[in-house]
């Protein structure tokens, strides 16, 4: 039998309150975005479900799609029936035959929401329970936890059955709880950090250094590789390429190499801060792990952080490398990060950097720079990209002025 449509359920939206008319409608508007190149479709988004009408769509590629947006807990494809008790019985019968197979066990739930339905809800169940025992030979009821539970929905408009119900992503709708500047270098860490962003409903842009010649064309390209991937989870992403070879230069030439990657690490964070600023968004998202490198130990973290009073959310920050390993190559970004590219933070990395620096010495040290002015111009000559989902658009922003 063909599907005829697909019955999603929330997850965390049901708690929502007052504020749930919201947060489903940003539901169903990221919902057809994920679905934009399949006109045909319709979506339905109620107050207890969405409803995607396939109208000959191919489900397999919808419901890929769908196990990716944050919001939805899962979904059920359906089989919409006209409104009659004839027609009902046969599709049954027909839908059983199809997937019942001997040893299973299986249970009936229906639900009239058309209250002049000819059949209650416990009605529809005695009928249509006792229709699989005359045409199943081996049929085996069991009410908890049976193989398969044929749901039966009597709506207004038709009836619908389905019998599969597939995991949705969890979460809260990417957009709901705000947008962050993702600090994405080219590691495991930090699209793993957008993902677990984008997962807690907040809209993310992806901010990276480039210092060309020391980083190569491939290592931009492996950045944006890494953007398109987490674009199926939250949609088009804005891609900014900040120009920092100015900076690594004078950090270089005025600090010693114990505290290079302080130094860089801080005026990293005041770029994005001032990229936040101007783009209007609440918070800076990174990959730092704790204690995993030496600019991620409690005395770093509190040295580099002191550039900013802005939040920053550091989602893997309790997780050890295995286990941010393990969500990369479930989100597929994992292939992509260990390609040999040198980034921002490893091309002048010291030998030996400070585990623990003071605070006093990377004021003084930057005092020998013109840390405004270098910021600065370093947001001043950003590249904007949009990157879209299966790499249909990746266009420079010419008109810089819509930024600032």
Same mark, same amino acid.
């Given at each position: 039998?063909?599907?005829?449509?697909?019955?999603?359920?929330?997850?965390?939206?049901?708690?929502?309150?007052?504020?749930?008319?919201?947060?489903?409608?940003?539901?169903?508007?990221?919902?057809?975005?994920?679905?934009?190149?399949?006109?045909?479709?319709?979506?339905?988004?109620?107050?207890? /479900?969405?409803?995607?009408? %396939?109208? @000959?769509?191919?489900?397999?590629? *919808? !419901?890929?799609? =769908?196990?990716?947006?944050? $919001?939805?807990?899962?979904?059920?494809?359906?089989?919409?029936?006209?409104?009659?008790?004839?027609?009902?019985?046969?599709?049954?019968?027909?839908?059983?035959?199809?997937?019942?197979?001997?040893?299973?066990?299986?249970?009936?739930?229906?639900?009239?929401?058309?209250?002049?339905?000819?059949?209650?809800?416990?009605?529809?169940?005695?009928?249509?329970?006792?229709?699989?025992?005359?045409?199943?030979?081996?049929?085996?009821?069991?009410?908890?936890?049976?193989?398969?539970?044929?749901?039966?929905?009597?709506?207004?408009?038709?009836?619908?059955?389905?019998?599969?119900?597939?995991?949705?992503?969890?979460?809260?709708?990417?957009?709901?709880?705000? /947008?962050?500047?993702?600090? %994405?270098? @080219?590691?495991?860490?930090?699209? *793993? !950090?957008?993902? =677990?962003?984008?997962?807690? $409903?907040?809209?993310?842009?992806?901010?990276?250094?480039?210092?060309?010649?020391?980083?190569?064309?491939?290592?931009?390209?492996?950045?944006?590789?890494?953007?398109?991937?987490?674009?199926?989870?939250?949609?088009?992403?804005?891609?900014?390429?900040?120009?920092?070879?100015?900076?690594?230069?004078?950090?270089?030439?005025?600090?010693?190499?114990?505290?290079?990657?302080?130094?860089?690490?801080?005026?990293?964070?005041?770029?994005?801060?001032?990229?936040?600023?101007?783009?209007?968004?609440?918070?800076?998202?990174?990959?730092?792990?704790?204690?995993?490198?030496?600019?991620?130990?409690?005395?770093?973290?509190?040295?580099?952080?002191?550039?900013?009073?802005?939040?920053?959310?550091?989602?893997?920050?309790?997780?050890?490398?295995?286990?941010?390993?393990?969500?990369?190559?479930?989100?597929?970004?994992?292939?992509?990060?260990?390609?040999?590219?040198?980034?921002?933070?490893?091309?002048?990395?010291?030998?030996?950097?400070?585990?623990?620096?003071?605070?006093?010495?990377?004021?003084?040290?930057?005092?020998?720079?013109?840390?405004?002015?270098?910021?600065?111009?370093?947001?001043?000559?950003?590249?904007?990209?949009?990157?879209?989902?299966?790499?249909?658009?990746?266009?420079?922003?010419?008109?810089?002025?819509?930024?600032?």
């Amino acid at each position: 039998m063909k599907y005829t449509e697909i019955m999603v359920r929330y997850g965390e939206l049901s708690t929502k309150g007052k504020n749930r008319g919201k947060f489903i409608g940003r539901l169903a508007r990221n919902i057809k975005q994920v679905l934009v190149d399949m006109p045909e479709l319709s979506v339905d988004a109620q107050r207890d /479900r969405t409803h995607i009408i %396939l109208n @000959g769509a191919d489900y397999e590629v *919808v !419901a890929e799609r =769908l196990t990716k947006v944050f $919001g939805i807990q899962n979904f059920s494809p359906s089989i919409k029936v006209e409104k009659n008790m004839d027609a009902i019985r046969t599709a049954v019968v027909e839908l059983m035959n199809d997937v019942y197979t001997e040893g299973m066990t299986f249970k009936i739930t229906a639900k009239r929401s058309d209250h002049d339905f000819e059949l209650d809800s416990t009605e529809l169940n005695q009928d249509l329970g006792g229709l699989v025992f005359d045409n199943i030979a081996h049929a085996k009821v069991q009410m908890k936890a049976p193989d398969l539970n044929l749901r039966v929905e009597i709506r207004p408009d038709a009836a619908y059955l389905s019998y599969e119900t597939i995991k949705g992503a969890g979460g809260l709708p990417v957009g709901t709880s705000g /947008r962050g500047m993702l600090m %994405l270098s @080219g590691g495991i860490d930090s699209p *793993v !950090a957008g993902y =677990l962003a984008l997962k807690r $409903g907040v809209e993310i842009e992806a901010v990276h250094f480039a210092s060309p010649p020391y980083t190569s064309p491939g290592a931009l390209q492996k950045a944006k590789d890494l953007t398109e991937k987490l674009t199926s989870f939250g949609g088009n992403i804005k891609f900014i390429e900040v120009p920092f070879t100015e900076i690594q230069e004078e950090i270089k030439n005025n600090v010693p190499q114990a505290y290079l990657m302080t130094i860089t690490r801080r005026f990293m964070m005041r770029i994005t801060d001032e990229i936040r600023n101007r783009r209007e968004a609440s918070i800076i998202i990174n990959g730092e792990s704790l204690g995993q490198v030496a600019s991620q130990t409690l005395g770093s973290m509190v040295v580099i952080n002191e550039v900013t009073n802005t939040p920053v959310i550091r989602p893997v920050v309790t997780m050890d490398k295995l286990e941010i390993i393990e969500i990369a190559e479930k989100i597929d970004t994992f292939d992509i990060s260990i390609q040999p590219y040198e980034d921002c933070c490893t091309i002048f990395a010291p030998p030996s950097p400070k585990t623990n620096p003071k605070l006093e010495n990377a004021i003084q040290y930057e005092k020998r720079m013109d840390v405004d002015g270098l910021v600065e111009r370093a947001v001043e000559g950003i590249m904007i990209s949009t990157i879209e989902k299966e790499g249909n658009k990746n266009e420079e922003d010419a008109e810089l002025a819509d930024f600032l």
